[in-house]
Protein backbone atom coordinates (compact mmCIF):
# COMPACT_ATOMS: atom_id res chain seq x y z
CA UNK A 1 0.00 0.00 0.00
CA UNK A 2 1.42 3.07 -1.08
CA UNK A 3 1.47 5.68 1.61
CA UNK A 4 2.78 9.45 2.12
CA UNK A 5 5.63 9.56 4.50
CA UNK A 6 7.97 12.68 5.82
CA UNK A 7 10.68 11.41 7.78
CA UNK A 8 12.34 14.53 9.51
CA UNK A 9 15.95 14.37 10.83
CA UNK A 10 18.90 12.54 8.64
CA UNK A 11 21.00 11.55 11.15
CA UNK A 12 21.67 7.92 12.48
CA UNK A 13 18.00 6.81 12.43
CA UNK A 14 16.96 9.23 10.15
CA UNK A 15 19.11 8.06 7.29
CA UNK A 16 19.30 3.89 8.64
CA UNK A 17 15.28 4.52 7.89
CA UNK A 18 15.63 6.10 4.67
CA UNK A 19 17.95 3.03 3.71
CA UNK A 20 15.39 0.68 4.90
CA UNK A 21 12.49 2.03 3.46
CA UNK A 22 14.33 2.18 0.25
CA UNK A 23 15.23 -1.60 0.10
CA UNK A 24 11.67 -2.27 0.78
CA UNK A 25 10.12 -0.20 -1.96
CA UNK A 26 8.85 2.62 0.12
CA UNK A 27 8.75 6.18 -0.54
CA UNK A 28 9.19 9.14 1.41
CA UNK A 29 10.47 12.33 1.88
CA UNK A 30 13.64 13.36 3.85
CA UNK A 31 14.35 16.77 6.17
CA UNK A 32 16.94 17.63 7.87
CA UNK A 33 17.34 21.54 9.76
CA UNK A 34 21.16 21.33 9.37
CA UNK A 35 22.34 22.90 6.65
CA UNK A 36 24.06 20.22 5.02
CA UNK A 37 25.42 17.00 5.98
CA UNK A 38 26.94 16.80 9.26
CA UNK A 39 31.01 16.45 8.47
CA UNK A 40 32.25 16.62 12.15
CA UNK A 41 31.56 14.90 15.54
CA UNK A 42 34.25 12.45 17.49
CA UNK A 43 34.04 8.49 17.42
CA UNK A 44 31.31 6.09 17.61
CA UNK A 45 32.25 2.32 19.37
CA UNK A 46 29.45 0.01 17.71
CA UNK A 47 29.13 -3.39 19.87
CA UNK A 48 28.71 -6.56 17.95
CA UNK A 49 24.83 -6.43 17.85
CA UNK A 50 25.26 -3.15 15.52
CA UNK A 51 26.69 -5.48 13.07
CA UNK A 52 23.47 -7.79 12.83
CA UNK A 53 21.29 -4.37 12.26
CA UNK A 54 24.15 -2.92 9.75
CA UNK A 55 23.76 -6.90 7.72
CA UNK A 56 20.08 -6.09 7.97
CA UNK A 57 20.93 -2.56 6.21
CA UNK A 58 23.07 -4.54 4.00
CA UNK A 59 25.84 -1.93 5.19
CA UNK A 60 28.02 -3.89 7.34
CA UNK A 61 30.51 -4.86 4.72
CA UNK A 62 31.23 -1.03 4.04
CA UNK A 63 31.54 -0.06 7.77
CA UNK A 64 33.66 -2.84 8.70
CA UNK A 65 36.36 -2.32 5.42
CA UNK A 66 37.05 1.01 7.14
CA UNK A 67 36.16 0.70 10.64
CA UNK A 68 38.91 -0.64 13.61
CA UNK A 69 37.88 -3.98 15.42
CA UNK A 70 38.24 -4.19 18.68
CA UNK A 71 38.60 -7.59 20.17
CA UNK A 72 38.86 -6.53 24.00
CA UNK A 73 36.97 -4.24 26.34
CA UNK A 74 38.97 -3.15 29.31
CA UNK A 75 38.44 -1.23 32.24
CA UNK A 76 41.37 0.46 34.77
CA UNK A 77 41.58 1.93 37.74
CA UNK A 78 43.47 6.06 37.38
CA UNK A 79 46.36 3.73 38.51
CA UNK A 80 46.37 2.04 35.46
CA UNK A 81 45.44 -1.24 37.22
CA UNK A 82 43.03 -3.62 35.67
CA UNK A 83 39.65 -4.07 36.95
CA UNK A 84 38.14 -6.08 34.27
CA UNK A 85 39.26 -7.11 30.88
CA UNK A 86 36.67 -8.73 28.50
CA UNK A 87 36.99 -10.96 25.50
CA UNK A 88 34.42 -9.57 23.49
CA UNK A 89 35.38 -10.85 20.48
CA UNK A 90 34.17 -13.93 22.14
CA UNK A 91 31.17 -12.74 23.68
CA UNK A 92 29.75 -11.63 20.57
CA UNK A 93 30.30 -14.47 18.27
CA UNK A 94 27.87 -15.29 16.46
CA UNK A 95 26.88 -11.79 16.16
CA UNK A 96 29.98 -9.90 14.56
CA UNK A 97 33.05 -7.84 15.84
CA UNK A 98 32.93 -4.18 18.05
CA UNK A 99 34.01 -1.86 15.70
CA UNK A 100 34.96 1.73 15.77
CA UNK A 101 35.06 4.83 13.45
CA UNK A 102 34.48 8.14 13.24
CA UNK A 103 30.59 9.56 13.92
CA UNK A 104 31.15 11.21 10.18
CA UNK A 105 32.21 8.05 9.05
CA UNK A 106 29.24 6.14 10.14
CA UNK A 107 26.96 8.86 8.59
CA UNK A 108 29.57 9.37 5.54
CA UNK A 109 28.47 5.43 4.60
CA UNK A 110 24.66 5.96 5.89
CA UNK A 111 24.47 8.56 3.36
CA UNK A 112 25.87 7.00 0.55
CA UNK A 113 23.56 4.60 0.73
CA UNK A 114 20.58 6.60 0.63
CA UNK A 115 19.53 7.26 -3.07
CA UNK A 116 17.23 9.94 -2.33
CA UNK A 117 18.45 13.67 -1.67
CA UNK A 118 17.67 15.53 1.75
CA UNK A 119 16.36 18.64 1.88
CA UNK A 120 18.96 20.14 4.68
CA UNK A 121 18.26 23.70 5.95
CA UNK A 122 14.42 22.72 6.79
CA UNK A 123 12.31 21.86 9.77
CA UNK A 124 8.73 21.76 10.87
CA UNK A 125 6.76 24.58 12.52
CA UNK A 126 3.53 23.00 13.25
CA UNK A 127 2.42 19.28 12.70
CA UNK A 128 -1.12 19.30 12.61
CA UNK A 129 -2.80 15.50 13.22
CA UNK A 130 -6.75 16.31 11.56
CA UNK A 131 -8.62 13.13 10.06
CA UNK A 132 -5.84 10.09 10.38
CA UNK A 133 -3.33 12.19 8.65
CA UNK A 134 -0.52 15.10 9.16
CA UNK A 135 -0.53 18.23 8.04
CA UNK A 136 2.58 19.66 7.99
CA UNK A 137 3.88 23.28 7.79
CA UNK A 138 7.48 23.74 6.83
CA UNK A 139 10.03 26.27 7.64
CA UNK A 140 10.13 27.85 3.88
CA UNK A 141 5.76 28.43 4.82
CA UNK A 142 5.16 25.22 2.28
CA UNK A 143 2.23 22.65 3.42
CA UNK A 144 1.93 19.19 2.93
CA UNK A 145 -0.18 16.49 4.02
CA UNK A 146 1.02 13.56 5.35
CA UNK A 147 -0.15 9.75 6.15
CA UNK A 148 2.80 9.32 8.66
CA UNK A 149 5.37 11.96 10.12
CA UNK A 150 8.44 10.00 11.47
CA UNK A 151 10.56 12.10 14.10
CA UNK A 152 14.08 11.10 14.15
CA UNK A 153 15.44 14.34 15.11
CA UNK A 154 17.41 13.21 18.06
CA UNK A 155 17.51 14.30 21.87
CA UNK A 156 16.09 17.58 21.84
CA UNK A 157 12.87 16.56 18.95
CA UNK A 158 10.74 19.28 17.84
CA UNK A 159 8.81 16.54 16.33
CA UNK A 160 8.13 15.27 20.20
CA UNK A 161 7.05 18.78 21.30
CA UNK A 162 4.92 19.23 18.09
CA UNK A 163 3.17 16.20 18.49
CA UNK A 164 3.01 14.86 22.29
CA UNK A 165 3.38 18.31 23.54
CA UNK A 166 6.67 19.31 25.86
CA UNK A 167 8.14 16.78 28.15
CA UNK A 168 11.59 17.98 28.76
CA UNK A 169 14.21 15.27 28.84
CA UNK A 170 15.76 14.68 31.74
CA UNK A 171 19.55 16.07 31.10
CA UNK A 172 21.98 14.70 33.86
CA UNK A 173 23.78 16.68 36.26
CA UNK A 174 27.01 15.92 33.86
CA UNK A 175 29.08 17.09 31.45
CA UNK A 176 31.49 15.31 28.51
CA UNK A 177 34.11 15.82 26.62
CA UNK A 178 34.85 13.96 23.32
CA UNK A 179 37.75 14.65 20.50
CA UNK A 180 39.84 12.93 17.96
CA UNK A 181 43.82 12.53 18.00
CA UNK A 182 46.70 10.79 16.49
CA UNK A 183 46.91 7.30 18.44
CA UNK A 184 50.49 7.87 19.49
CA UNK A 185 49.86 5.45 22.31
CA UNK A 186 49.34 2.38 19.83
CA UNK A 187 46.38 1.99 21.97
CA UNK A 188 44.79 -1.58 20.53
CA UNK A 189 41.10 -1.86 22.24
CA UNK A 190 38.20 0.19 23.96
CA UNK A 191 40.27 1.17 26.93
CA UNK A 192 38.25 2.93 29.83
CA UNK A 193 39.98 4.64 33.25
CA UNK A 194 37.29 5.14 36.39
CA UNK A 195 37.56 7.62 38.38
CA UNK A 196 35.78 9.30 40.94
CA UNK A 197 32.43 10.37 39.59
CA UNK A 198 34.96 10.89 36.09
CA UNK A 199 35.62 8.65 33.32
CA UNK A 200 38.10 8.62 30.59
CA UNK A 201 37.89 6.18 27.70
CA UNK A 202 39.93 5.77 24.85
CA UNK A 203 39.05 4.05 21.26
CA UNK A 204 41.04 3.40 18.26
CA UNK A 205 39.25 4.80 15.01
CA UNK A 206 40.15 4.52 11.36
CA UNK A 207 43.11 6.37 9.84
CA UNK A 208 45.61 6.06 12.68
CA UNK A 209 43.41 8.19 15.26
CA UNK A 210 42.10 7.75 18.36
CA UNK A 211 38.63 8.82 19.89
CA UNK A 212 39.02 10.37 22.98
CA UNK A 213 35.92 10.79 25.61
CA UNK A 214 36.00 12.13 28.87
CA UNK A 215 32.95 12.44 31.34
CA UNK A 216 32.40 13.98 34.81
CA UNK A 217 29.58 14.64 37.29
CA UNK A 218 28.72 18.48 37.53
CA UNK A 219 29.89 18.53 41.22
CA UNK A 220 33.32 18.03 39.55
CA UNK A 221 33.33 21.39 37.23
CA UNK A 222 35.56 24.28 38.46
CA UNK A 223 33.09 27.20 39.66
CA UNK A 224 34.65 28.96 36.42
CA UNK A 225 35.15 26.50 33.52
CA UNK A 226 38.85 27.57 31.54
CA UNK A 227 38.77 26.13 28.04
CA UNK A 228 37.90 22.29 27.20
CA UNK A 229 41.51 21.32 27.20
CA UNK A 230 42.01 22.94 30.33
CA UNK A 231 39.12 21.50 32.15
CA UNK A 232 40.00 18.40 30.82
CA UNK A 233 43.63 18.52 31.87
CA UNK A 234 42.58 19.47 35.34
CA UNK A 235 39.82 17.14 35.98
CA UNK A 236 41.97 13.99 34.50
CA UNK A 237 45.81 15.05 35.32
CA UNK A 238 46.08 12.55 38.40
CA UNK A 239 45.17 9.47 35.88
CA UNK A 240 48.06 7.25 34.89
CA UNK A 241 48.95 5.61 31.11
CA UNK A 242 47.41 4.71 28.84
CA UNK A 243 45.40 7.52 28.90
CA UNK A 244 46.24 10.69 30.75
CA UNK A 245 49.27 10.84 28.52
CA UNK A 246 46.61 11.46 25.66
CA UNK A 247 45.13 14.44 27.72
CA UNK A 248 48.27 15.93 28.62
CA UNK A 249 49.09 16.08 25.12
CA UNK A 250 46.01 18.03 24.01
CA UNK A 251 47.19 21.13 22.16
CA UNK A 252 45.71 24.47 21.23
CA UNK A 253 44.64 23.22 17.49
CA UNK A 254 42.78 20.08 18.66
CA UNK A 255 39.42 20.42 18.58
CA UNK A 256 37.61 19.21 21.37
CA UNK A 257 33.50 19.57 21.61
CA UNK A 258 31.45 19.47 25.36
CA UNK A 259 28.32 18.44 25.79
CA UNK A 260 25.83 17.10 28.14
CA UNK A 261 24.35 13.64 28.48
CA UNK A 262 20.17 12.87 29.21
CA UNK A 263 17.68 10.81 28.78
CA UNK A 264 14.23 10.52 27.02
CA UNK A 265 11.81 7.77 28.43
CA UNK A 266 10.74 4.90 26.18
CA UNK A 267 6.97 4.75 25.80
CA UNK A 268 5.06 4.56 23.11
CA UNK A 269 5.60 7.73 21.35
CA UNK A 270 3.00 7.30 18.64
CA UNK A 271 -0.31 8.48 17.10
CA UNK A 272 -2.58 7.94 14.14
CA UNK A 273 -0.30 9.70 11.71
CA UNK A 274 3.11 9.88 13.51
CA UNK A 275 5.73 8.01 15.38
CA UNK A 276 9.12 8.81 16.69
CA UNK A 277 12.59 6.62 16.08
CA UNK A 278 16.03 7.01 17.43
CA UNK A 279 16.89 9.41 20.18
CA UNK A 280 13.69 11.72 19.81
CA UNK A 281 12.22 7.84 21.16
CA UNK A 282 14.65 6.62 23.79
CA UNK A 283 18.14 8.33 24.10
CA UNK A 284 20.14 7.42 27.13
CA UNK A 285 23.80 7.67 28.37
CA UNK A 286 26.12 6.40 26.32
CA UNK A 287 27.76 3.66 28.66
CA UNK A 288 26.64 0.64 26.85
CA UNK A 289 27.27 2.52 22.95
CA UNK A 290 24.30 1.04 22.03
CA UNK A 291 22.29 4.30 20.70
CA UNK A 292 23.26 3.65 17.05
CA UNK A 293 22.20 -0.19 16.89
CA UNK A 294 18.48 0.87 18.79
CA UNK A 295 18.12 3.57 16.03
CA UNK A 296 19.58 0.68 13.36
CA UNK A 297 17.16 -1.47 14.63
CA UNK A 298 14.18 0.57 14.75
CA UNK A 299 14.49 1.58 11.28
CA UNK A 300 14.33 -2.33 10.40
CA UNK A 301 11.85 -3.48 12.27
CA UNK A 302 9.52 0.27 11.53
CA UNK A 303 10.14 -1.03 7.75
CA UNK A 304 9.02 -4.45 8.18
CA UNK A 305 6.32 -3.48 10.04
CA UNK A 306 4.98 -0.93 7.76
CA UNK A 307 6.06 -2.51 4.22
CA UNK A 308 2.98 -4.07 2.83
CA UNK A 309 0.29 -2.91 6.24
CA UNK A 310 -2.80 -2.07 5.18
CA UNK A 311 -3.79 -0.56 9.22
CA UNK A 312 -1.74 1.93 9.91
CA UNK A 313 -2.44 2.29 13.47
CA UNK A 314 -1.80 -1.67 13.87
CA UNK A 315 1.73 -1.71 12.20
CA UNK A 316 2.72 1.33 14.70
CA UNK A 317 1.62 -0.59 17.48
CA UNK A 318 3.44 -3.57 16.35
CA UNK A 319 6.48 -1.54 16.00
CA UNK A 320 6.16 -0.67 19.50
CA UNK A 321 5.58 -4.00 20.56
CA UNK A 322 8.63 -5.11 18.95
CA UNK A 323 11.21 -2.36 20.37
CA UNK A 324 9.59 -1.05 23.77
CA UNK A 325 10.85 -3.86 25.91
CA UNK A 326 14.59 -3.70 24.25
CA UNK A 327 15.03 -0.18 24.42
CA UNK A 328 13.57 -0.11 27.99
CA UNK A 329 16.57 -3.19 29.15
CA UNK A 330 18.92 -0.87 27.60
CA UNK A 331 17.92 2.21 29.37
CA UNK A 332 17.69 0.19 32.70
CA UNK A 333 21.42 -1.33 32.04
CA UNK A 334 22.90 2.54 31.40
CA UNK A 335 21.38 3.68 34.24
CA UNK A 336 22.62 0.25 36.52
CA UNK A 337 25.83 0.83 34.94
CA UNK A 338 26.20 5.01 35.30
CA UNK A 339 25.16 4.17 39.30
CA UNK A 340 29.10 2.50 39.63
CA UNK A 341 30.75 6.10 38.80
CA UNK A 342 29.83 6.97 42.68
CA UNK A 343 30.42 4.17 44.86
CA UNK A 344 33.44 4.24 46.75
CA UNK A 345 37.12 3.15 45.06
CA UNK A 346 37.22 0.01 47.18
CA UNK A 347 33.90 -1.15 46.13
CA UNK A 348 33.76 -0.51 42.78
CA UNK A 349 37.37 -2.33 42.55
CA UNK A 350 36.11 -5.13 44.25
CA UNK A 351 32.93 -5.20 41.95
CA UNK A 352 34.63 -4.78 38.77
CA UNK A 353 36.60 -7.72 39.37
CA UNK A 354 35.34 -10.19 41.08
CA UNK A 355 31.35 -9.54 38.48
CA UNK A 356 33.14 -7.62 35.57
CA UNK A 357 32.51 -10.57 33.03
CA UNK A 358 28.93 -11.11 34.92
CA UNK A 359 27.72 -7.49 34.83
CA UNK A 360 29.08 -7.29 30.97
CA UNK A 361 27.25 -10.44 30.33
CA UNK A 362 23.61 -10.12 31.92
CA UNK A 363 23.76 -6.34 30.31
CA UNK A 364 24.30 -7.39 26.58
CA UNK A 365 22.90 -11.13 26.46
CA UNK A 366 19.47 -9.96 25.99
CA UNK A 367 20.96 -7.72 22.97
CA UNK A 368 22.39 -11.31 21.09
CA UNK A 369 18.65 -12.13 20.96
CA UNK A 370 16.85 -11.46 17.52
CA UNK A 371 15.15 -7.99 17.49
CA UNK A 372 12.87 -8.79 14.08
CA UNK A 373 10.11 -11.09 14.32
CA UNK A 374 10.88 -12.26 10.83
CA UNK A 375 11.03 -9.80 7.76
CA UNK A 376 14.60 -10.11 6.52
CA UNK A 377 13.41 -12.55 4.04
CA UNK A 378 11.13 -9.43 2.19
CA UNK A 379 14.54 -7.59 1.75
CA UNK A 380 15.17 -7.28 -2.41
CA UNK A 381 18.96 -7.68 -1.94
CA UNK A 382 20.45 -4.28 -3.38
CA UNK A 383 23.81 -3.48 -2.87
C1 LIG B 1 28.71 11.79 24.12
C2 LIG B 1 27.98 10.73 23.36
C3 LIG B 1 28.68 9.61 22.94
C4 LIG B 1 27.99 8.60 22.25
N1 LIG B 1 28.67 7.49 21.86
C5 LIG B 1 28.02 6.51 21.19
C6 LIG B 1 28.70 5.35 20.73
O1 LIG B 1 29.93 5.23 20.90
N2 LIG B 1 27.99 4.38 20.10
C7 LIG B 1 26.64 4.50 19.89
O2 LIG B 1 26.03 3.60 19.30
N3 LIG B 1 25.96 5.60 20.30
C8 LIG B 1 26.61 6.59 20.93
N4 LIG B 1 25.94 7.71 21.34
C9 LIG B 1 24.50 7.80 21.05
C10 LIG B 1 24.26 8.16 19.59
O3 LIG B 1 25.03 9.29 19.24
C11 LIG B 1 22.79 8.46 19.37
O4 LIG B 1 22.02 7.43 19.91
C12 LIG B 1 22.49 8.60 17.89
O5 LIG B 1 23.20 9.71 17.35
C13 LIG B 1 21.00 8.80 17.68
O6 LIG B 1 20.74 9.04 16.34
P1 LIG B 1 19.48 9.92 15.93
O7 LIG B 1 19.49 9.95 14.45
O8 LIG B 1 18.27 9.45 16.65
O9 LIG B 1 19.79 11.37 16.50
P2 LIG B 1 20.91 12.37 16.02
O10 LIG B 1 22.16 11.65 15.70
O11 LIG B 1 20.95 13.45 17.06
O12 LIG B 1 20.36 12.99 14.64
C14 LIG B 1 19.23 13.86 14.63
C15 LIG B 1 19.18 14.55 13.28
O13 LIG B 1 17.99 15.34 13.25
C16 LIG B 1 18.32 16.66 12.82
N5 LIG B 1 17.35 17.56 13.47
C17 LIG B 1 17.35 17.99 14.73
N6 LIG B 1 16.27 18.75 14.96
C18 LIG B 1 15.59 18.81 13.79
C19 LIG B 1 14.37 19.44 13.39
N7 LIG B 1 13.64 20.18 14.23
N8 LIG B 1 13.96 19.30 12.11
C20 LIG B 1 14.69 18.55 11.24
N9 LIG B 1 15.84 17.94 11.57
C21 LIG B 1 16.27 18.05 12.83
C22 LIG B 1 19.76 16.89 13.23
O14 LIG B 1 20.38 17.87 12.41
C23 LIG B 1 20.35 15.48 13.04
O15 LIG B 1 20.83 15.31 11.72
C24 LIG B 1 26.59 8.73 22.01
C25 LIG B 1 25.90 9.87 22.42
C26 LIG B 1 26.60 10.87 23.09
C27 LIG B 1 25.83 12.09 23.52
Known sequence: MSRNILIIGAGIAGLALARAFERRGIAFDIIDRAPSPLTGGAGMFLPGNAMVALRGLGLDERVADIAWHNRRQTILDVGGGTLHDMDVDGFWEGAGPCLSLTRASLTGILRSGVEAQVRYGTWTDAIAIEDHKARVTFSDGAEAVYDL???????????????????????????????????????????????????????????????LYGDADNVLLPAHPATHRQDLQDLFGGFAAPLAPVVAALGPDDRIDKGYLGEVAARDWSNEAAVLVGDAAHACSPSMAQGASMAFEDALVLADCLAGAQDLRAALAEFNRQRLERVRWVQKQCRARDSTRSLPRPLRI????????????????????????????RVDQRA
Open 350 to 377: AILRLLGDRLYRRSYAPLLLPFQNGGTD
Open 149 to 211: VIGADGFTSATRTQLFGYEPPEIYPRTCWRTLVPNRIGLRHWTVMLGQRRALLGVPVEDGLLY
